[in-house]
């Protein structure tokens, strides 16, 4: 009867109490699941990418090493002038998501809830349009505007399209996550006018969302190829096709790949940090 | 207030509401939840626009003015500091968009912090302190524009009992020591009368009652408000000549001019009381003791009289002698009570 009663308080004192032997036995096994899932997948992703560096710095003899691939991103034709629209085309296709969708977004959650679940749809509408059905549609639009010979920052109206999605999924759960209905109340009940609320209230309070809008939408331009070349545009992914197409360039090609890809990594670290430092202040 | 009017649909959540609060007044309104008392507070704070009825505030028709042009004070159920601000910029705000100087409002958000006992977390984020706290602050920052009125909309809801209670105190004492005048709502009646000057219960969008606290409780207007408001116990009857008699007491009448004819008299459990009588085998007022609930310097002691059960509330030490079971005389203070003779009422007698 002791016994049990002793056998009973232990057990209760400490619920998750297990032999020590157990504990550690369980901790190794964690650990090299976690070890083996990490390098599975390290290998998986890495590997690709290595070997893109590697054949990027490949030297005339094969097993040798020279940055000449490198160096020929300047001197390659129409590949700086690619690089450069694209990153316009980045930059503009940004500004319009955040000009557009965060203040009507806002607004909708506001004031005018009852259209919500429609401007939703609406905004997830081109994940559901193939590229290239999109493109058919737009084409006809396209050639009246080349008419005026605009360059190929026209693509900015459709990559606005092809971003809302993304951008709208990011922007949609940083607005849930904070209360922006009774934050806007106490705004105004404090004198605030709307814009001031939008712009001092709720947009500092959703800032995380916005930069991950903005990081997908940016990955979305650099990465796109179909539309730019269907519509005849010369933009980096268009150009790389162009380039991998003449054979004694490959060298250039992927060194330029991997350019753009440093470059995508370098904004995600950016903005992260951004994100991490405006959350930090406040933890 | 005049004539204000609100409805949602089919609902009608205000139907033509009246109420006039005095400079420096405090008041509390009460009612279940969707009673109007919310929207009341809203209309007040422009927040929402009434279907019909005026807002004057000092001589002025404030009506069709938007909120942020309204000067009032407000203190939600929620947690509304901005995250992204300290509590010092959280309470300079208001001052802020008044282009206030930032030496001024910051000495203002000071004062004002000092005086909800907060000056020490002026440089916390609302993450780094606790509900109560945050409570307070958003206390401060509705006082620190020197609002014309402060709207009060259920502040302590999300709070533990005894930080409610500590709060509830302090609103009060800084609401007197400002003379501000104040209009809080809340559906918890215990809050409601320990902090107003006056009461006003609320049913079905209209006020039932506005009085003092100790009037609203001890001479409610009518059935709704006595059982909205404390406990009470619903005793079949019979009105004749401006009294009620219940199970052979003679009561008097709240309203004297009530007709005659069976009815349910309202008697709260403080007004009766109980002596154990084991010799008393039958009689109208002769029960048992079947529950006894501790309420800390009183307890609730149920009696079942058979056809119908009581309440009564004793000092704890006097209900300590008592046991569930035991037999007990129940008697009934002579105040004056309110019946309820509605149908549902008569067809109990």
């Not at chain 2, 709060?167 to 409601?192: S, Y």
Request: charged share 20%; net charge neutral.
């Amino acid at each position: 009867m002791v016994a049990v009663n002793v056998l009973g308080e232990g057990a209760l004192a400490d619920p998750s109490a297990s032999p020590p032997g157990m504990q550690v036995g369980r901790r190794k096994r964690l650990n090299l699941f976690r070890w083996v899932t990490f390098t599975i997948f390290g290998l998986f992703f890495f590997l690709p990418l290595l070997a893109m560096i590697r054949f990027s710095l490949e030297g005339k003899k094969a097993g040798t090493f020279s940055a000449t691939a490198w160096r020929q991103i300047p001197s390659t034709p129409g590949l700086l002038s690619a690089i450069e629209i694209t990153l316009e085309l980045a930059v503009i296709t940004c500004a319009v998501i955040l000009v557009l969708l965060v203040p009507t977004m806002i607004w909708i959650r506001l004031r005018v809830q009852w259209i919500s679940r429609i401007f939703e749809f609406l905004c997830l509408l081109p994940l559901t349009i193939p590229a290239i059905v999109l493109v058919v549609g737009l084409q006809p639009i396209y050639n009246k505007i080349e008419h005026y010979s605009v360059s190929a920052l026209q693509l900015f109206w459709v990559y606005v399209i092809l971003a809302l999605p993304y951008a709208y999924r990011s922007l949609s759960a940083g607005l849930t996550a904070i209360d922006a209905t009774t934050l806007s109340e106490a705004a105004r009940s404090l004198g605030a006018s709307w814009f001031t609320v939008i712009l001092r209230v709720i947009v500092p309070n959703m800032w995380q969302a916005i930069i991950n809008a903005l990081l997908l939408t940016s990955a979305l331009v650099l990465g796109e190829f179909t539309i730019a070349e269907i519509l005849n545009d010369i933009t980096l992914q268009v150009a790389l096709f162009n380039i991998s197409r003449a054979t004694a360039n490959a060298g250039v090609l992927f060194s330029t790949s991997t350019a753009a890809l440093l470059f995508a990594f370098a904004l995600l670290l950016i903005l992260s940090y951004v994100g991490r430092r405006r959350r930090r202040g406040r933890a | 207030m005049e004539g204000l009017r609100r409805t949602y649909g089919q609902v009608v959540a205000l139907d033509g509401l009246d109420l006039t609060l005095q400079p420096g007044e405090l008041i509390a309104l009460l009612g279940p939840s969707g009673c109007g008392k919310t929207t009341t507070l809203r209309l007040l704070a422009g927040l929402e626009d009434a279907d019909g009825g005026t807002i004057t505030v000092a001589g002025r028709d404030i009506s069709h003015l938007s909120a942020s042009k309204r000067d009032m004070g407000m203190v939600f159920q929620a947690y509304s500091l901005f995250p992204h601000m300290t509590v010092r910029q959280n309470v300079a705000f208001g001052l802020r968009l008044r282009r206030v100087s930032k030496e001024a409002r910051d000495r203002r958000a000071l004062e004002m912090l000092e005086l909800v006992g907060l000056s020490a977390q002026a440089d916390r984020y609302a993450s780094q302190i606790s509900g109560g706290q945050q409570q307070r602050v958003a206390l401060a920052r509705a006082l620190a524009i020197e609002p014309k009125v402060l709207l009060l909309d259920e502040p302590l809801s999300a709070l533990d009992a005894k930080v409610r209670a500590q709060l509830r105190d302090q609103i009060r004492r800084i609401q007197l020591e400002l003379g501000i005048t104040t209009l809080f709502v809340t559906h918890d009646q215990e809050e409601a009368l320990a902090i107003a000057d006056r009461v006003g219960v609320m049913r079905e969008g209209r006020i039932e009652q506005l009085a003092p606290p100790t009037e609203v409780y001890s001479r409610p207007a009518t059935s709704f408000v006595a059982e909205f408001v404390g406990l009470t116990n619903r005793l079949p009857g019979e009105v004749r000549n401006g009294r009620v008699s219940v199970r052979g007491c003679e009561l008097p009448l709240v309203d004297a001019a009530t007709p005659d004819g069976p009815a349910v008299a309202l008697v709260r459990p403080e007004a009766v009381t109980l002596a154990v009588d084991e010799g008393q085998e039958s009689g109208p007022l002769v029960g048992t003791v079947i529950a006894i609930t501790f309420l800390g310097a009183t307890s609730r002691v149920t009696v079942d009289l058979g056809s119908t059960t009581v309440m009564a509330q004793l000092p704890t030490a006097d209900a300590a002698a008592l046991a569930a079971g035991s037999q007990v005389t129940l008697t009934i203070r002579p105040d004056p009570v309110l019946v309820s003779v509605d149908k549902v009422a008569a067809s109990e007698a």
